[in-house]
């Protein structure tokens, strides 16, 4: 992974910690396909 994409990660990781609901999961899963 190079320096972007793990920033992008640790702004899921910070939104999922707080919006663990299964359509946030989904949708981040859809925008990762």
């Known amino acids: ?3 972007m994409q ?3 990660w640790r702004e899921m990781v910070s ?3 707080y919006a663990l609901s ?3 999961i989904k949708e981040i ?3 990762m396909c």
Do not use: Y
């Open 1 to 3: 992974m190079d320096d």
């Open 6 to 8: 793990k920033e992008i």
């Open 15 to 17: 939104k999922m910690n």
């Open 22 to 24: 299964d359509d946030c």
């Open 29 to 31: 899963q859809l925008e």
